[in-house]
């Protein structure tokens, strides 16, 4: 089975500040990835699929790139909303749609 | 407008069978490229992905959960079904449903419903 490695695990950034994540897996999953934000208490909420695409009404300051094993999640300029978990996730193995340990971005 | 929402006992004793039922409305699984998965979370801790049924009856499972798991679905009810056996308290979690279109995340969630096991 596919395992997906985030990191870092947790950070601490302020309003304004660029932010990138990664998530790595432990094999090639071409660009089925996902990056979801949750936020306490709620479901997870889909910002970005297919490793590059910004899902609707996600504002434009999320992007992620990347292909294979290597993927990046990153903020242009947090926001105060932006405060929360995120999780990368792969839908590429039939043997099941594995999630990272996830990173929670605090407020420094 | 697409809703999910789950349904079962809040409450299971260990070595039972857990039974979660997803309801939902506004696509149909019979539509190509549609899936309805199943996503858990212990309290405090991350998500962890289950199992997933596509609308041609692909089937996917956790492989650390897979002997315990079973997926199912009903098109007529718009259900998913998930029956997860030998129920430990180390599965007390939030249970989430959620759809999910082939090549993409999941973007519509229930809420979520919290399952404890204890005796």
């Known amino acids: 089975d596919i395992q997906m490695t985030q990191s870092p695990s947790s950070l601490s950034a302020s309003v304004g500040d660029r932010v990138t994540i990664t998530c790595r897996a432990s094999?090639?999953?071409?660009?089925?990835l996902n990056w979801y934000q949750q936020k306490p208490g709620k479901a997870p909420k889909l910002l970005i699929y297919a490793a590059s695409s910004l899902q609707s009404g996600v504002p434009s300051r999320f992007s992620g790139s990347g292909s294979g094993t290597d993927f990046t999640l990153t903020i242009s300029s947090l926001q105060p909303e932006d405060f929360a978990t995120y999780y990368c996730?792969?839908?590429?193995?039939?043997?099941?749609?594995?999630f990272g340990q996830g990173t929670k971005l605090e407020i420094k | 407008q697409i809703t999910l929402k789950e349904s079962g006992p809040t409450l299971v004793k260990p070595t039972q069978t857990l039974t979660l039922t997803c309801t939902f409305s506004g696509f149909s699984l019979s539509t190509s490229g549609v899936g309805v998965g199943w996503i858990r979370q212990p309290p405090g801790k991350a998500l962890e992905w289950l199992a997933l049924i596509y609308w041609n009856d692909d089937k996917r499972y956790s492989p650390s959960l897979k002997s315990r798991l079973t997926i199912t679905k009903d098109t007529s009810k718009n259900q998913v079904v998930l029956t997860m056996t030998n129920m430990d308290p180390v599965d007390t979690a939030t249970y989430y449903c959620?759809?999910?279109?082939?090549?993409?995340?999941?973007?519509?969630w229930g809420q979520g419903t919290l399952v404890t096991v204890s005796s």
């Open positions: 996730q792969q839908s590429y193995s039939t043997l099941g749609y594995t």
């Open positions: 959620a759809h999910h279109y082939y090549g993409s995340g999941s973007l519509y």
């Open positions: 094999q090639s999953i071409s660009s089925y």
